[in-house]
C-alpha cells in the first residue's frame, strides 16, 4: 500500500506513528495475553516476525500491507497497531487489521482511529473496497466494526485455520461510496 501521507487521527489519548525496534517487545507481549489471544487468529508471534512489519510504511510495493502503532501521546508507548493486510491494489481493496492492549478497551479508541484509517484508505490510498474478518466469537470486535459502519456480509466457515483449528469468521465491507 504505497501513499505520499500516513493517516491521522483526533484522540484525546493516542495518535498514529509508524512502528518503531522498540515496540516490537511490548507488542508480542500483549499479543500473548490470554484476553487478546483469544480474540485473534495470530499464533504466538515472535519478536521476528512482527519485526517483519517494521518500515512497511516506506514501501513502493503497492500490494504492501500497512501496520501502524497506536501510542499514547503522553508517554509515546504502544498500546496497539492498525492497519491493512490483503491488500489487492487490482481491486482497489485491503482488508482492516487492528489489535489493542486490553487496559485500554472500550474507551472509543479503536473506533476513533479506525474511522480515521477507514477514511484514509478510501480517500488517500484509492480503496473502493476495506473489509474486515472478525472471528465468530469475537463480539466485542463485531461491534466495533460495525460502529465503524461496516456492512456484515456473512459467515464464511472455516475461513482460518486458528492454532490449528479450522475456524468461522464475519466478514464485513465499508465502501468508499457506500454502494
Known amino acids: 500500500m504505497h501513499v505520499g501521507s500516513l493517516p491521522t487521527v ?54 504492501a500491507g500497512l501496520r501502524l502503532a497506536i501510542a499514547l501521546k503522553q508517554t509515546n508507548e504502544l498500546v496497539g497497531t492498525i492497519g491493512f493486510h490483503s491488500v489487492m491494489p487490482l481491486n482497489h481493496s485491503a482488508e482492516l487489521t487492528y489489535d489493542l492492549h486490553p487496559t485500554l478497551w472500550g474507551r472509543g479508541i479503536i473506533s476513533a482511529v479506525g474511522a480515521s484509517v477507514v477514511g484514509w484508505a478510501h480517500h488517500e490510498a484509492g480503496c473502493d473496497r476495506v473489509q474486515a474478518t472478525v472471528l465468530d466469537t469475537n463480539l466485542a470486535s463485531q461491534r466495533v466494526i460495525e460502529r465503524l459502519g461496516f456492512a456484515k456480509e456473512g459467515l464464511l466457515k472455516h475461513y482460518r485455520y486458528v492454532r490449528g483449528t479450522a475456524r468461522d469468521f464475519w466478514i464485513y465491507s465499508h465502501l468508499a461510496q457506500g454502494a
Open 10 to 63: 483526533e484522540h484525546e489519548q493516542v495518535y498514529l506513528r509508524p512502528l518503531l525496534a522498540a515496540d516490537i517487545v511490548r507488542w508480542v507481549s500483549y499479543l500473548h495475553l490470554p484476553a487478546v489471544y483469544e480474540h485473534t487468529s495470530w499464533n504466538f508471534p515472535t519478536v521476528e516476525q512482527l519485526g517483519s512489519y517494521l518500515g512497511c510504511e516506506r514501501s513502493t510495493d503497492p500490494a
